[in-house]
């Protein structure tokens, strides 16, 4: 979970996130150098006129400046093609799980085992305990199995909202009478917050997500003894 001094990307709980944090780190690497080079050119030409004169009309300069600038773009959007088609990639899903979204709560449907379906609404702060977290903590969580694959249905009834766990690399619109589909695998038991990130309505701040990630054995104890 995000806290007042993170400044980075939250640690990852899932594979898909992983890549997308290596992603990052790569892009930043390049911006870095992009950054260093074009403060150094630009220093160097308040101090030195014959640098200066050398960028008046040159052919050879210009094509410099073109070609680098096409190799360092090539250099970001392979690996962004490549992370795009494994976001979407839909392979051999054990469980599905549909969430659908409501002004201004989160439902979910557990159709693969048995008839399971809840709704998730924000703990408001009079009720909250000690260990709960304020505008993020729900009545009833999304229970998962780790290191299984998860293929979420989400739709909404209503308005446009969208379905974001950071820690899992996971944003998809619930799209009112569209089914959009993501797959994601947990590699660690946990509480993984998120929040809806589409502007829907007044309270569209008040609508949060919480997966809670447990043990196979665990989540088959859970769905035995859900209560339907």
């Known amino acids: 979970m995000a806290t007042w001094k993170t400044l980075l990307l939250q640690d990852s709980a899932s594979p898909l996130m992983e890549q997308l944090s290596f992603f990052h780190d790569h892009t930043l690497m390049i911006l870095v150098m992009i950054t260093v080079l074009v403060s150094q050119t630009l220093i160097s030409l308040f101090f030195n006129t014959f640098s200066h004169r050398l960028l008046l009309e040159g052919q050879t300069i210009e094509t410099i400046w073109t070609i680098l600038p096409a190799i360092t773009l090539i250099f970001i959007a392979l690996p962004s093609l490549r992370l795009i088609y494994i976001l979407d990639e839909i392979y051999n899903p054990m469980i599905s799980i549909k969430s659908i979204g409501h002004q201004w709560y989160w439902s979910y449907e557990y159709s693969d085992f048995k008839n399971i379906e809840f709704d998730s609404y924000m703990i408001p702060s009079n009720e909250m305990n000690n260990s709960n977290f304020r505008l993020l ?74 997966i809670e990630s447990i043990s196979l054995k665990y989540f088959l104890l859970w769905l035995n003894n859900y209560n339907i």
């Open 137 to 210: 903590d729900v009545d009833n969580r999304m229970v998962i199995p780790y290191n299984t694959n998860i293929r979420m249905l989400i739709t909404s009834t209503d308005v446009i909202h969208s379905w974001t766990i950071p820690t899992m690399g996971i944003k998809i619109d619930a799209t009112p009478g569209r089914l959009n589909q993501v797959m994601f695998t947990s590699n660690r038991s946990g509480l993984f917050y998120g929040q809806c990130s589409e502007i829907c309505g007044a309270n569209h701040s008040f609508m949060p997500i919480v």
